[in-house]
């Protein structure tokens, strides 16, 4: 039988050659910790915290740039510059996610952190609303793609015994970005050296050159050997992974140790409509899961943290120019509840952290609701009561990442990532926002507080859907979890023959 002249009747789908029989997902997975994997997360994982730092700096730089010495926005504008930033990330996510599984990781995080410094540094340089506007899109579209190609990079260099934890740590520090942006902000708008007029512009600047030093670091990362292989390019994976491995401590049992392999069948391309089609068809009950995960904490996270600002000073008399150090505390409890929990993501199991953090983070919310609506709270227990929530809120919401990456096969992994992305910064980035920000408009605070009771009931429904229709990924390798689609097509193929 020759399999690259069958055609699966059904999809249209056609695996090309003899199919490959590999060990390099067994070789990455049995290696040790070591120095490449250190720089894998720092290289890659950066993403995180460049997010958390523009979204960090934009929320505090907004009173400064209502000023007439500066952009001399109207709140509308200051508004309509962040949805251009959510839109951005929006299309970003979805553009780079497909163009990442089709021309692989190396090259697209390139491309989008490149994206990124141009956008960011445009945002220092711009004159009015339509530029600032303008360059708050390309900044998004850098982030959001980033996303898709790093998360699915770091999932298939890490081994498997050690990925749940390093995705959560990695996707947790947002909050580290966002803990440098809110010291940033106080300083700069606070400093008698730089004048406000000016101190907004270094704040984006201090962005890209940050940028444009990991794209630095980032040319010492390789190419995922998982993609490399489903393309055919098996003599450089191998080279890749022999190059780790000589700089990695020997495995009990030697590198000569026999390991699994998997069967490759490559099946070249897949279009965005087909690999919907897969995810809604083949894949429905773990995309309605990763739904779930994506939008109850996404609904949550912008409920709260877009509006915090809001809530401090039309409800606790908080001043605008001291917001920042009340953001500071929520931002450090926000990345201390990944790194600490993390481990137990690969030893207790996905499944039970999963609907734990999400059930200990709806419980909290729903007490805390109830805390503001008798009037129990003032500004500093309120920023107390939100680090407890979100020490496990924000776990919860890495995991959601995590499960979003490895739940689905190699050669859509990327654009699955962006798609739930893009849904759930739809939802609570656009969505959230706009509802909370009329409920506080209203100045009613028991209107605000029924939305908080709101984004505490999807966190405990999402707990519901993990506990019961969960996957338990740890220890497991990601062909395990999902195999390759190629596989799929091509027994396909040999039905028909």
């Known amino acids: 039988m020759q399999l690259s002249t069958d055609r699966d009747a059904r999809s249209g789908k056609k695996t090309h050659g003899r199919p490959i029989e590999t060990d390099i997902p067994a070789r990455l997975d049995r290696l040790p910790w070591s120095r490449f994997h250190m720089l894998i997360v720092v290289a890659l994982g950066i993403t995180w915290i460049l997010d958390g ?3 960090t700096i934009i929320g505090s730089l907004a009173p400064s740039l209502q000023r007439g010495d500066t952009l001399g926005l109207s709140a509308d504008g200051i508004g309509f510059a962040s949805s251009s930033y959510v839109a951005g990330a929006v299309l970003g996510a979805l553009v780079f996610g497909w163009m990442t599984d089709q021309l692989g990781r190396k090259q697209i995080f390139f491309l989008t952190l490149a994206l990124y410094v141009v956008g960011v540094g445009a945002s220092a340089l711009s004159w009015n609303l339509t530029s600032f506007a303008v360059a708050r899109f390309l900044t998004g579209m850098g982030i959001g793609g980033e996303y898709s190609a790093i998360n699915s990079a770091i999932d298939e260099l890490v081994p498997a015994r050690l990925r749940g934890r390093v995705d959560v740590m990695v996707n947790g520090t947002f909050w580290a970005g966002a803990a440098f942006g809110a010291i940033g902000s106080v300083w700069l708008l606070n400093s ?37 292989m489903t393309h055919r390019r098996v003599e450089e994976a191998n080279a890749i992974v022999s190059h780790v491995e000589s700089h990695c401590v020997e ?15 490559p099946a070249g ?34 409920a709260v943290f877009f509006t915090y600002g809001m809530v401090l000073t039309k409800y606790h008399g908080v001043s605008p120019r001291a917001v920042g150090w009340y953001i500071l505390p929520l931002a450090i409890g926000n990345l201390f509840g990944p790194l600490i929990l993390a481990r137990w993501f690969d030893t207790w199991g996905r499944r039970r952290m999963i609907g734990l953090s999400y059930a200990i983070s709806g419980v909290l919310m729903m007490a805390v609701a109830y805390a503001m609506g008798v009037h129990a709270l003032t500004a500093a227990s309120q920023t107390l009561s939100w680090c407890c929530i979100f020490f496990f809120a924000s776990a919860a919401a890495s995991s959601a990442y995590l499960t979003a990456s490895e739940l689905f ?37 028991s209107l605000l507080v029924m939305g908080y009771v709101v984004a505490a009931i999807l966190m405990l429904i999402a707990s519901a859907v993990a506990w019961i229709w969960g996957v338990d990924a740890e220890n497991r390798s990601l062909e395990e979890v999902a195999p390759p689609l190629s596989e799929y097509y091509a027994r396909e193929e040999e039905r028909t023959v």
């Open 53 to 55: 730092l523009e979204v």
């Open 192 to 228: 008698a050296i730089i004048p406000v007029w000016l101190a907004w512009r270094v704040a984006f600047a201090l962005g890209a050159l940050l940028g444009v030093a990991v794209l630095f670091l980032r040319t010492f990362v390789p190419e995922s050997p998982r993609w490399l």
């Open 251 to 265: 495995p009990g049992g030697g590198w000569g140790q026999k390991l699994p392999t998997v069967l490759i069948y």
């Open 269 to 302: 391309v897949f279009s965005p409509a087909e690999m919907i089609r897969i995810m809604v068809q083949r894949y429905r009950g773990r995309s309605l899961y990763v739904l779930v995960l994506m939008i109850s904490q996404a609904f949550l996270y912008n």
């Open 409 to 445: 096969p190699l050669e859509m992994r990327a654009f699955a990532i962006a798609v739930f992305y893009a849904v759930g910064t739809l939802f609570g980035g656009v969505a959230a926002p706009v509802i909370f920000g009329h409920l506080i408009g209203t100045g009613r605070l």
